[in-house]
């Protein structure tokens, strides 16, 4: 079974740019996260969503971000305008519906952000 | 706010020996805690959950302690190999009235095994 893929693995772009990360979390699984780690911090949720809806977005740092999970399916999240604080390692992860047994989150390895 | 402190950034120790980490949190008191292995260029990879009624957990090599009263966790790998040196964090579930399952990570601990 296939995990949690994200795309790009890297992106290297100018401030004032935009990018798009994309998230394909595991198939079924209902409930989608996105995270970010800033270079020596710890790992910071940004956001939840389960299926299509937007169930916490309270870690968001502001409304240059934009997060999507059209369908319930993948989900993308858009950084317009990006700034040089935006630099980070930028996490999804997945889980079944109510968590399983463990509250397991399968995460996906990671884009990597970087704004010059 | 909630906080989670893993007291060492790096841990180095000879193979065969056993490693112990810990985490301490504040200001909550969480119904479950978990650890996480993290490699270079990877994302986290689930461990151990353990609950606020369970003292211990093991796994093969790996053991969980958890106790609520000094609100800190121990995580111990025995027997360690070079393959187990990873960053290891310790994550909780945030604390509010809305969805499950969204976790607050400690920055981890970078645990070396030398042979």
């Known amino acids: 079974e296939a995990g949690v893929t994200q795309f790009p693995s890297h992106s290297v772009i100018e401030k004032g740019q935009t990018v798009t990360l994309r998230c394909d979390p595991i198939?079924?699984?209902?409930?989608l996260y996105w995270y970010r780690r800033v270079m020596g911090k710890e790992i910071k949720f940004l956001l939840h969503?389960?299926?299509?809806?937007?169930?916490?977005e309270s870690g968001m740092p502001n409304n240059r971000f934009l997060a999507e999970r059209t369908g319930g399916t993948y989900s993308t999240l858009k950084v317009q305008p990006a700034e040089l604080e935006d630099s980070g390692v930028y996490f999804c992860?997945?889980?079944?519906?109510?968590?399983?047994?463990?509250?397991?989150?399968?995460f996906g390895p990671g884009t990597r952000l970087t704004v010059l | 706010s909630q906080k989670i402190e893993q007291n060492s950034e790096a841990l180095n120790i000879q193979e065969g020996k056993t490693a112990t980490l810990t985490c301490n949190y504040t200001?909550?008191?969480?119904?479950?805690l978990q650890w996480y292995r993290q490699d270079p260029g990877r994302g986290p990879v689930f461990l151990l959950l353990?609950?606020?009624?369970?003292k211990e957990k093991r796994k093969e090599r790996l053991k969980v302690t958890f106790d609520t009263t000094l609100k800190q966790s121990l995580f111990h790998i025995t027997a360690s190999q070079p393959a187990d040196s990873a960053t290891y964090l310790c994550?909780?579930?945030?604390?509010?009235?809305?969805?499950?399952?969204?976790?607050?990570f400690g920055k981890g601990t970078k645990l070396s095994v030398k042979p």
């Open positions: 198939s079924g699984h209902d409930n």
């Open positions: 353990i609950r606020e009624n369970e």
């Open positions: 200001n909550y008191s969480p119904a479950y």
């Open positions: 994550a909780l579930p945030r604390r509010y009235g809305g969805s499950q399952g969204n976790l607050i």
């Open positions: 992860a997945s889980s079944e519906r109510g968590g399983g047994r463990n509250n397991e989150q399968f």
């Open positions: 969503f389960v299926k299509e809806s937007k169930q916490d």
